[in-house]
């Protein structure tokens, strides 16, 4: 082992443990951790099983002593640091993050190497890491939330907005503990005086929450624009470039859509507003409940343009199911609320996604063929748009305000 290297276990290889594997192997040893033979065997053979750009750049061409692996036992028997970065879905009956995965790897380091200090990056309730510490008498667990975009997880890495440690308070041995950590978190960044925030382990949790839910009522809002602006027959795309300008608005996350989507948005939302169960609230309550609104909204609009109710027969196509352009996440993607609204309208649904090996996504029909697709489609629904569809517009449905540019 080279001077100044320290092993490092990641559990979990999705967007996020992924891309601080990666991260992190640039100056250390790392063994990254998945259940899934074909991931291992990908990213051992330095091709990255997600769409990220940067990851598989990163894989092909740098140094990194990286091992995926699917022996957990060898990866966290000797590690100095356990990431976990395992998936924590929102549980719609018990108004809860599913934490057993978390819980599962924290259990056997606890077996294996109690000496090791892990560190949490799945995304977890508020108050989470000092009830589990208490619940498995384990004292070595703080946590780092993650800032991170789908497709541009490495990016988001190598480039933070900043590094946020959640460590319990009047423990000297985590706080030494959590300040090396970060510094190798800033070692293998390329951005330079990069900031670093140091809090209670519920406070970390809490900026995760509340920052996502932020985001989620600011796609809300502009979205809610845009219904006004599509009711009333107004441009939103002039309304909302006027309220841009101002440098307190800004021009980012403005762009409407079908919804907020993705692995993140939809579940944070609810497990905020499940920590808000005891607390007077009005704003968190609404966030969660404009999503759906919205998308009646859409599902209603949609149908409008196809002529339906006075022809019966329409078919609406779906194009594309990801997120963006750059993902390969169907996760929670908007489009999906849409469509569920349309076939419970009983409305007849194709899907056009490239990606997609199967014929059929949750029963929907998927047509490989792009000509036979937008020939048997009278309405065509996107997201967002892209040089393919341009060509076909009269048949499009979108709110992209900024097109295929």
């Known amino acids: 082992m080279e001077k100044n290297k320290h092993i490092i276990a990641v559990a979990g290889t999705g967007y996020v443990g992924l891309s601080n594997s990666i991260l992190l192997a640039q100056n250390n040893k790392v063994y990254a951790v998945d259940i899934l033979p074909e991931k291992v065997e990908m990213i051992n053979n330095r091709k990255s099983p997600i769409v990220d750009k940067e ?50 790897v924290i259990k056997l380091v606890k077996q294996l190497n109690p000496n090791a200090i892990i560190v ?55 706080q030494e503990k959590a300040q090396v950590f970060a510094g190798l978190l800033q070692q293998g960044a390329i951005k330079e005086n990069i900031s670093v925030l140091y809090t209670d382990t519920t406070e970390a949790e809490a900026v995760k929450l509340f920052a996502n839910t932020y985001l989620a009522m600011r ?27 101002d440098p307190r608005i800004g021009n980012h996350y403005n762009n409407p859509s079908f ?24 704003l968190i309550k609404a966030i969660v409940n404009a999503n759906q609104t919205r998308k009646a909204f ?4 949609i149908l409008k343009k196809a002529g339906y109710p006075q022809k019966k027969d329409v078919v609406i196509g779906i194009y594309r199911l990801i ?14 609320g849409v469509m569920e609204n349309l076939l419970n309208r009983g409305v007849e649904v194709v899907i056009y996604e490239p990606t997609l090996a199967s014929d059929k996504f949750d029963g929907v029909p998927v047509i490989q063929d ?18 393919k569809i341009e060509q076909i517009k009269e048949k499009i449905y979108t709110r992209d305000i900024y097109g295929a540019n």
């Open 323 to 336: 997120m963006k352009a750059d993902s390969d996440n169907f996760r929670e993607s908007a489009v999906q």
């Open 370 to 387: 792009y000509s036979e697709f937008c020939e048997k489609c009278d309405c065509i629904i996107a997201n967002r748009m892209d040089e």
């Open 219 to 245: 796609v809300s809002f502009f979205n809610e624009l845009d219904t006004y602006a599509e009711s009333k027959g107004l441009n939103a795309k002039q309304i909302i470039e006027g309220m841009s300008l």
């Open 120 to 174: 949490i990056k799945s995304t977890i309730p508020i108050g989470y890491t000092k009830l589990i510490r208490e619940k498995m008498e384990f004292e070595n667990i703080i946590f780092s939330p993650e800032f991170l975009r789908e497709g541009k997880a490495l990016y988001d890495n190598l480039y933070p907005s900043r590094i946020v440690l959640g460590v319990p308070e009047q423990n000297e041995k985590l």
């Open 298 to 301: 859409v599902t209603d609009q």
């Open 259 to 282: 919804g907020y989507g993705g692995y993140c948005l939809p579940k944070d939302t609810k497990q905020m507003l499940a920590n808000f169960e005891d607390v007077p609230n009005d």
């Open 55 to 104: 990851i598989q750049e990163y894989l092909e061409t740098k140094r990194l002593d990286l091992n995926a692996t699917l022996d957990a036992e060898l990866a966290y028997t000797n590690a100095e640091f356990v990431v976990i970065a395992t998936p924590t879905n929102y549980d719609v009956k018990r108004n809860y993050f599913d934490t057993s995965s978390v819980e599962a």
